[in-house]
């Protein structure tokens, strides 16, 4: 197969079958938007709707390819750097469960970072693979998570069959990649990053080197969140001399995601790889200039300073000594109409793109400016404990299960996570021992108005445990 970089084979194949059918007697019903309501055709536009299509004559097939989607991921592998690249139409989500379900069997051990994705642990529920966790290194003010401490990873690499390293963090924070994935392969073992805030790294000498260029074997990005495509689609990349296996890689695809899987996401990821491959450069270094010129700018402004990040488009503001939490901070700038990408305990996080502009910056610039000043911000909590892994989490979360007052809970097992939000790290995990130290990190965190991921009970007041 030649490859192009100019072309975007499955998008024109798209857009010309809405141009050339007569009669699309096939789903969905909206039939190429003539059906939509008439609010939301013309919102939408008729362009989008009219390829808002699933399988049809000369659109492939995303679960056998052998036409454009196949050549759509061909381009990608080429551009991203990988030895073949798959479409995900159900967000980095799917791939990193049908990364593990490949590189795991039921029972087996997998290192984890503690501080990775909620997804990683669905995929051990999915799986029944069991997770050997490793301690992240945290910022020494504020509670976010560095990346995986070397020994407790060189720890929990012994008897394992894969390890997860994420990178970079959601805080665009990427530490000793290379040095991780040659430990985890001086074990013989595949590393499988998720590399979800890092579609971009590819495409700019600056960005902290693609974990396909460091050999990893398996990596999943969100080109949705920093590559430019809709929201919830990505991809799985396999890397050059993977440990991984192909044919289980794609038959893992075919249990974890649709079967009618949506044109409009496919099509965005064939335009935003040839977006990226043909002007990623250009795009990013102007992204990366505003963000330059803007963190000047934050920090000069009192009692605010940021962060080092190793990716600096991912803005994280300290607002600890204006007195503010995160919280506040967030909410007084959306006053001026600015959203940032997440609040935590005493920092903001903005995210630039080649989306943004001189404006755009400004604007965030201006309202954190006007911040005022607040009453002090809490300190930063102790280190969440370390909780006993008593079975598997596909066991624990799967199996017969009951409802406890959380005040009741010590000793039980928890049949769910808690993960207090952000910084988003498990204080429990499916199969963990509930004691005392963790029921009263955990009302600590409801007390200080933390929003838990993963309950049943979103107050917690009550917690589902395994049923003895
Ligand atoms: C680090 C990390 N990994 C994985 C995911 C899941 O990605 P997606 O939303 O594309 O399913 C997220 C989502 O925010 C994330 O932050």
Redesign the pocket.
Known sequence: MSLNQHRAPLFEAVRQYAGTVRAAMHIPGHKLGRAAPAEWGEFMGPGALSIDLTEAPGLDDLHAPEGVIAEAQALAAEAFGSESSFF?V???????HALILTACRPGDLVAVPRH?????LGAMILSGARPTWVRAEFHEELDIAMGPDPQSLENALVGAKAAVL?HP??YGIACRMSEAIAQIHRHGLPALV?E??GSHFAFHPALPPSALSLCADGV?Q?I??TGGSL????ICHLGRQSRLNEQRLRAMLRLVQSTSPSYLLMSSLDVARRELALHGRENWDRAIELARCTRQKLAALRGISLVESSDPTKVLINVTRRGLTGFQASEALWSHGVAVESAGLGYVLAVLTPGDSAETADTLVNAVAALPDGPGAPARPPEPPWPETVLPPRDAYLGAQESVPLAQSVGRIAAELVAPYPP?IPVVAPGERLTVDVVAYLRHAVAAGHHLQGPADPQLTSIQVVKE
Do not use: I, N
């Not at 990775?116 to 990683?120: E, I």
């Open positions: 995900l159900g967000g980095t989500t799917a791939g990193l990775a994705h909620r997804s990683v994420v963090t959601y998720d979800a805030h999943v969100s949705h969140k929201t919830q689609s990505s988003g």
